[in-house]
Nanobody
Framework: QVQLIESGGGLVQAGGSLRLSCVASGRSFSSYAMGWFRQAPGKEREFVAAINWNGGNTYYADSVKGRFTISRDNAKNTVYLQMNSLKPEDTAVYYC???????????????????WGQGTQVTVSS
């Protein structure tokens, strides 16, 4: 099992930036793809971004494409989510998760991910 700890959330004004980090421990971090999801109050958890094992392939939800960047540093067992041009609708708890898939596909489905972190709150004020 992999333990994941997110950090970097906070309160920011619209148009601002935040960088989230997710540190993994346990099994070999560099062996699997990682994803970021978010959940706003009263809404279902939704896919944000995913990255393959070596960072060579990424995929984004349309709502964040061009504003958010996912990256990873396998030497530090860490995946990042750089969030720019934040909007009030980006307000949510953000979670990182380890992909269960080993076929190279970057899935957007929650069921494709396991070992979720506890989440970090991002609040964007207008």
């Amino acid at each position: 099992q992999v333990q994941l700890i997110e950090s970097g959330g906070g309160l920011v004004q619209a148009g601002g930036s935040l960088r989230l980090s997710c540190v993994a421990s346990g099994r070999s971090f560099s062996s699997y793809a990682m994803g970021w999801f978010r959940q706003a109050p009263g809404k279902e958890r939704e896919f944000v971004a995913a990255i393959n094992w070596n960072g060579g392939n990424t995929y984004y939800a349309d709502s964040v494409k061009g504003r958010f960047t996912i990256s990873r540093d396998n030497a530090k067992n860490t995946v990042y989510l750089q969030m720019n041009s934040l909007k009030p609708e980006d307000t949510a708890v953000y979670y990182c998760a380890r992909s269960r898939r080993w076929d190279g596909v970057l899935s957007t489905a929650l069921v494709s991910y396991g070992d979720w972190g506890q989440g970090t709150q991002v609040t964007v004020s207008s």
